[in-house]
Each structure stands twice: as C-alpha cells, then as structure tokens.
C-alpha cells in the first residue's frame, strides 16, 4: 500500500454527506473560528463542479451576493463542515458548469430535475 494512502486514511474520519452532483443547489453549514469563538455560517448556491478523489476530493458552489458571483471551494474531508443540505437537484448535461458565470438573471437559472414513478 502506497504510503500517503496510509496517511490519508489514518488521519481523516469518514463523514456522511448526502450524494449530491453538479447542477444541484445545495446549503453547506461550516464552522467558522474567530479568535477564541466559534459560529457556524452557511453558504447556500449552486454545484458548479466536483473534482479530484479521495481524501484531496472538492466541491465548488456558487451564488449571487448583491449581484456578485461569489464561489467557494470545499473539500470533502474538511473537519470544518458541520452539514450539507440539498434543496433542490439540478437538470444539467455537464459536470462543470464554468458557463454559469457569464450568464445572468434568469438565463443563469437551472431547471429542476424531476423523478416520474414508474407504475406497474
């Protein structure tokens, strides 16, 4: 076994984050240190990108602030995530959405995919 796997392993915990895929909208909830205190933040937009794998895996979400675009990289194993949220699953054919940044008002929106029960 490759030693840096080894490391890797030993040194972060396993987390349950719900599955979740570019395209989808979802609110991280991060704890934030500041000096000697400690709050928790969210950040709610949209999955722009998943890369990497193992324990150097990231996810980058995006959202408006006063009409900025604002992205922020997340990696999975980070100990500082308390929680993600999905609210709503995306309809997209990519897996990184890099063209949502020259988009604006509602052609930046994306549609929701739906699910249809098959019944027998």
């Known amino acids: 076994m490759d030693a840096i796997k080894f490391v890797h392993e030993q040194l972060t915990a396993e987390k349950s984050l719900p599955a979740f895929r570019a395209g989808d909208n979802i609110v991280v909830n991060y704890r934030i240190v500041e000096g000697d205190k400690e709050r928790i933040q969210s950040f709610r ?21 006063n009409g900025v675009g604002v992205e922020r990289i997340f990696p999975f194993a980070s100990p500082n995530i308390v929680e993600i ?3 709503k699953r995306g309809k997209v054919r990519r897996s990184r959405l890099f063209y949502l940044r020259n988009l604006v008002g509602k052609k930046a929106r994306i549609k929701e995919r739906t699910f249809v029960k098959e019944s027998k």
């Open 85 to 87: 949220q999905v609210t």
């Open 45 to 65: 937009g949209d999955v722009i990108q998943i890369k990497g794998a193992g324990p150097t895996k990231t996810f980058t979400v995006r959202k408006m602030s």
